[in-house]
């Protein structure tokens, strides 16, 4: 028997190499070193890696169907303590957002589209009679406002092609202006290239002037020089840019999607900040609304990536196969509803007031986020113009 005992003794458990202590799991309980290092295999680091940025195991397919099909489960399992078994908030976020904006920046397509800052392609400026004008902006109005229902679920593009739609009426109001005092005065249509010079000068204005790095650059007076020089420089890139943007709308559309993930990041903060707020007689704590928030965007990055299937199966099947495009069509409709009444049960179910005052809550949430991204998503159209 003694024989036995001794051959059956379980084998002294492995000590750390930093500190001598016998291990007892992946880490040293007593200096915290991890057992493993980098001299291993190449092939095991990058699966750590994978795992470690991205979560890719049993966990995703655990978390993406809840977090698509069960409003609020994730949040309300987060704070019961049952954490291991999903994708955590923060990890689900990043990379859904990496990943829906990337798929629209493939998706979103503004090859046809004349995103003209000056009017067009200059067609309203060499326009000689009111009618002319009145149809050219129509006509280029008309395509910036189907581009903006195709990119309706697309955060950021709306408020560049409002911008532009804003663009071409002011100078379609200045030719136009023109126009009529020529005639007024009994002299011909005025040169077509001048009210494309003007809109030019206007792109960028500085205390009333043309803006110029030189002869009317922008200043501030509490900057140092440097920052002054650099908001120059930036104003300059804006200025090309936009030039760029008009000959390859598809840049601009670039450009400001690749800037959205990080605006949202930025935005999440400010949403849990109004949730505290919107419930504070429930005495939360702040991380607790953040998780909310994270779960909320999560979902709304993935509904976004369904949203982009749908419409590439729908140009895939084309309009040969009419009730399987009436189909696809109908599920974009749906998704689009399941989108607001999903954010709406989450906050009944996480925050378990009674549907009077989740609705009015809900209402005024809403609201104030909406002019919250809109401000937010001008200033990315701004920074994509700015570092594209």
């Known amino acids: ?18 500190c001598g202590v016998p291990l007892l799991g992946e880490h040293c309980h007593a200096c915290g070193q991890p057992v493993k290092g980098l001299v291993r295999h190449f092939s095991s680091i990058i699966g750590d890696l994978l795992d470690t940025v991205f979560n890719i195991d049993a966990r995703v397919f655990r978390t993406l169907w809840p977090l698509f099909t069960k409003p609020g489960m994730l949040s309300l399992e987060y704070f019961a303590g049952h954490r291991i078994r999903y994708v955590s908030p923060v990890r689900l976020f990043v990379f859904l957002s990496i990943v829906a904006f990337f798929v629209a920046q ?10 003209g800052f000056d009017g067009g392609d200059s067609q309203i400026a060499k326009a000689t ?6 149809a050219r902006r129509d006509a280029a109005v008309k395509e910036l406002e189907k581009a903006k229902r195709d990119t309706k679920d697309t955060p950021g593009v709306g408020v560049g092609l409002d911008a532009a739609i804003t663009t071409i009426n002011g100078q379609a109001d200045r030719r136009i202006a023109m126009l009529e005092a020529a005639s007024k005065a009994g002299k011909p249509p005025p040169a077509p290239g001048i009210a494309a010079e003007e809109a030019d000068d206007d792109e960028i204005s500085f205390n009333g002037k043309p803006w110029d790095p030189v002869k009317n650059p922008l200043h501030v007076d509490w900057l140092p020089d440097a920052g002054n020089k650099k908001l120059n420089d930036m104003a300059g890139h804006l200025r090309d840019n936009v030039h760029r943007g008009e000959k390859d709308p598809n840049l601009i559309k670039d450009a400001v999607l690749s800037t959205v993930p990080t605006a949202l990041i930025l935005m999440l903060p400010l949403f849990a900040l109004m949730l505290k707020i919107a419930y504070a007689f ?68 996480v925050y378990g007031q009674g549907w009077t005052m ?31």
Not at 1 to 18: F, I, K, L, V
Not at 107 to 115: A, I
Not at 129 to 134: E, S
Not at 371 to 386: D, H, Q
Request: contains cysteine; charged residues 10%; glycine residues 6%.
């Open 106 to 115: 493939l998706s979103v397509d503004f090859s046809g589209v004349k995103v």
């Open 358 to 388: 989740t609705l009015l809550k809900y209402c005024v949430l809403g609201l104030c986020y909406s002019v919250l991204l809109s401000i937010g998503a001008a200033f990315t159209m701004l920074a994509g113009l700015v570092w594209m």
């Open 1 to 18: 028997m003694g024989e036995t005992n001794d051959n059956s003794a379980a084998a002294p458990r492995p000590a750390c190499q930093n």
């Open 129 to 134: 009679t009111v009618a002319q004008v009145n």
């Open 282 to 349: 429930k005495r939360r704590l702040y991380m607790e609304h953040l998780i909310v928030a994270l779960h909320s965007h999560a979902f709304l990055c993935l509904a976004l990536l369904v949203m982009f299937g749908l419409m590439a199966l729908q140009d895939s099947v084309g309009a040969m196969a009419s009730p399987l495009h009436s189909l696809i069509k109908l599920g974009e409709v749906a998704l689009g509803i399941w989108m607001p009444l999903y954010l709406l049960i989450m906050q009944k179910r």
